[in-house]
């Protein structure tokens, strides 16, 4: 089974960057397609996008050509990289593989 664990997160302006990594292990990673997910309280969690086994991205609407994932087999890590950051991006964020979850970790924009 594959366990994930997640880092970066933080607080920022609006329009700025920041970077999420979820490190990946327990199993082979370079065949898994990884997700990232975001709640806000009170809403679903909602998909960000994902990254399958060989790299190609997919997103959601509202972070299509702000947010890019990334992944780096050797080290076993997929990124989320968010760039342009607006006040409605502000969310617990997870990553997800196989029916594992990441234990979330806050983003906050402020206007």
């Known amino acids: 089974q594959v366990q994930l664990v997640m880092s970066g997160g933080g607080w920022v302006q609006a329009g700025g960057s920041l970077r999420l990594s979820c490190t990946a292990s327990?199993?082979?990673?370079?065949?898994?397609?990884m997700g990232w997910f975001r709640q806000t309280p009170g809403k679903e969690r909602e998909f960000v996008g994902s990254?399958?086994?060989?790299?190609?991205?997919t997103y959601a609407d509202s972070v299509k050509g702000r947010f890019t994932i990334s992944r780096d087999n050797a080290k076993n890590m997929v990124y989320l990289q968010m760039n342009s950051l607006k006040p409605e991006d502000t969310a617990v964020y997870y990553c997800?593989?196989?029916?594992?979850w990441g234990h979330g970790t806050q983003v906050t924009v402020s206007s």
């Open positions: 327990g199993r082979s990673f370079s065949n898994i397609a």
């Open positions: 990254i399958n086994s060989v790299g190609g991205t």
């Open positions: 997800a593989a196989e029916g594992a």
